[in-house]
């Protein structure tokens, strides 16, 4: 199995930014990708970013798209999200998630095997 732990969200003015972590332990081994997703109240959980673990290729949802970026510390197990110029609309509970098996679409939140409790970002005035 494989554990995963986020941290990092708060309360940010809009256009600032925050810097969520998410710590992996267990199997880590058998991690292929990463992602972040992200559900508001009311609504569907998104895919907001993702991560193929071992050659670092990057994927993102078109609304974060040169705001957000994916990175992460193979050695460590760590994977990062940092979110710039924050928008109301990115106020959500973001969960990062881990994929243990090859060719899964990596923004189906279904193709993920791993979740973490989730962190709560608000982006407000």
């Known amino acids: 199995q494989v554990q995963l732990v986020e941290s990092g969200g708060g309360l940010v003015q809009p256009g600032g930014s925050l810097r969520l972590s998410c710590a992996a332990s267990?199997?880590?081994?058998?991690?292929?990708?990463m992602g972040w997703f992200r559900q508001a109240p009311g609504q569907e959980r998104e895919f907001v970013a993702a991560?193929?673990?071992?050659?670092?290729?990057?994927y993102y949802a078109e609304s974060v798209k040169g705001r957000f970026t994916i990175s992460r510390d193979y050695a460590k197990n760590i994977m990062y999200l940092q979110m710039n110029s924050l928008k109301p609309e990115d106020t959500a509970v973001y969960y990062c998630?881990?994929?243990?098996?090859?060719?899964?679409?990596?923004?189906?939140?279904?193709?993920?095997?791993?979740w973490g409790q989730g962190t709560q970002v608000t982006v407000s005035s």
């Open positions: 267990g199997r880590t081994f058998s991690i292929y990708v």
């Open positions: 998630a881990a994929d243990i098996n090859v060719g899964r679409n990596v923004d189906r939140s279904s193709d993920y095997d791993y």
């Open positions: 991560i193929r673990w071992k050659s670092e290729s990057t």
